[in-house]
């Protein structure tokens, strides 16, 4: 499982251990590139945009010829867009009952379409080590939350509830 080969990575001897064994430290090979992922809700579309050497956005990366990177429809209206340490994306999908957290790994292939079970989160997606973080609201309305996730479990850590103004409104959150 990846979670635990890199937290192993973390102790010195045991990296010099797998590397003379070739034991490989990720699950998945990816190109060494970086790349733009922009979601498009109204075509239900994940685009994925080389980065230039420059830092300019290049050509859309294609399946095959004219068929996006992730063929349309695989995630009704995608919210949300952020990748792992080891190349998996993770794309929210939103205004759909239930909402679900779908992760693909680095070629497109969607490796779950349920990664946190009862996933009702809608809005904005960001990962930092091996936690994701999401902010949003149960589908049905309510206090906007910050949720953090673990990736290596798929399961809740914690969460908090993001201030609204004096008259109880949000802020906007997301």
Partial sequence: MNCLIRKACQVGVLILILLIW???LFSQVCECNDYLYVNDPALDITHKFLINPDGTV???IFSSGT???????????????????????????????PTSLYQISCDGTVQSTNFIPDWDRTLNLT???????SIGRDPNGGQYMLYSHDLCSGSDIASIELPSDVNGDNFGWG
Avoid: R
């Avoid at 995608?78 to 939103?94: E, F, R, T």
């Avoid at 990962?127 to 973080?133: A, C, E, S």
């Fill in 127 to 133: 990962t930092i080590g091996t936690t994701l973080y």
């Fill in 67 to 97: 068929t996006p990177w992730l063929a349309p429809n695989v995630i009704t209206n995608p919210h949300g867009v952020v990748a792992d340490a080891a190349g998996n994306l993770y794309i929210s999908q939103i205004d759909t009952d």
């Fill in 22 to 24: 070739g034991v490989s």
């Fill in 58 to 60: 290049g050509d859309e």
